[in-house]
């Protein structure tokens, strides 16, 4: 079945804990993305990339970082210089320039 | 960069009334422009997307508009049901520089039944 896998669906965070964030899809896609949705907001864009071992910046990187050693992964590290790091976060794929297909999400609470 | 402004950020109608949501751009070398649902709870999924060499494109009870000229952009959906009730984004890309899409604010969209 394919499709995109984000794990965990929920994750409780400590403050000054990173946490990681699993993406990966079996598409064939060489395009992933990673958004951050908060309540009444629109997804901003965190991190991409269009292809292995690259990777660029989006609108609201600071706090996180990426890989993409892989095709079919892109984990997102959220570290503990994300000041507000609660949020739901999407992971999506594509073939470049095309239509992003999203993960089911995985929510982030900072306790 | 792009930024894309939506509005209405909510929107009530009665069931079978049309509604539209519209959106503006504004990074001229845009290209691609689609429009993506999310239920309660969901992942966002594409409804229906347009690309700068079409003004029009339907599809059944949905339909989308671009005027590249005034960098705007809107989604009209006719007899709307109340399955229809969701969170709808707008998002705008282009071909070159950044090929990453720019979502919009969101538009909540309520079918009374």
């Known amino acids: 079945d394919g499709g995109i896998t984000q794990s965990p669906k929920y994750l409780f965070r400590k403050e000054g804990q990173n946490v990681t964030l699993s993406c990966e899809q079996n598409l064939n896609h060489d395009a992933m993305y990673w958004y951050r949705q908060d309540p009444g907001q629109g997804l901003r864009l965190i991190y991409y990339s269009q292809i292995v071992n690259d990777f660029q910046k989006g609108d609201i990187a600071e706090g996180y970082s990426v890989s993409r050693e892989k095709k079919e992964s892109f984990p997102l590290t959220v570290t503990s210089a994300q000041k507000n790091p609660t949020a739901f976060y999407l992971c999506?794929?594509?073939?470049?320039?095309?239509?992003?297909?999203f993960g089911e999400g995985s929510r982030l609470t900072v306790l | 960069g792009e930024n894309v402004e939506q509005h209405p950020s909510t929107l009530s109608v009665q069931e079978g009334d049309s509604a539209v949501i519209k959106c503006t751009y504004s990074?001229?070398?845009?290209?691609?422009f689609p429009w993506y649902k999310q239920e309660l709870g969901k992942r966002p999924q594409l409804i229906i997307d347009?690309?700068?060499?079409?003004g029009e494109k339907k599809d059944q009870r949905i339909a989308v508009t671009l005027n590249k000229t005034a960098k705007h952009f809107s989604l009209h959906i006719t007899e709307t049901q109340p399955e229809d009730s969701a969170v709808y984004f707008c998002a705008a890309s282009s071909a070159a520089g950044r090929r990453a899409l720019t979502f919009g604010s969101g538009t909540r969209l309520q079918v009374q039944p």
């Open positions: 999506a794929s594509s073939i470049v320039a095309g239509e992003l297909f």
């Open positions: 990074d001229s070398a845009s290209n691609y």
């Open positions: 347009i690309r700068s060499n079409v």
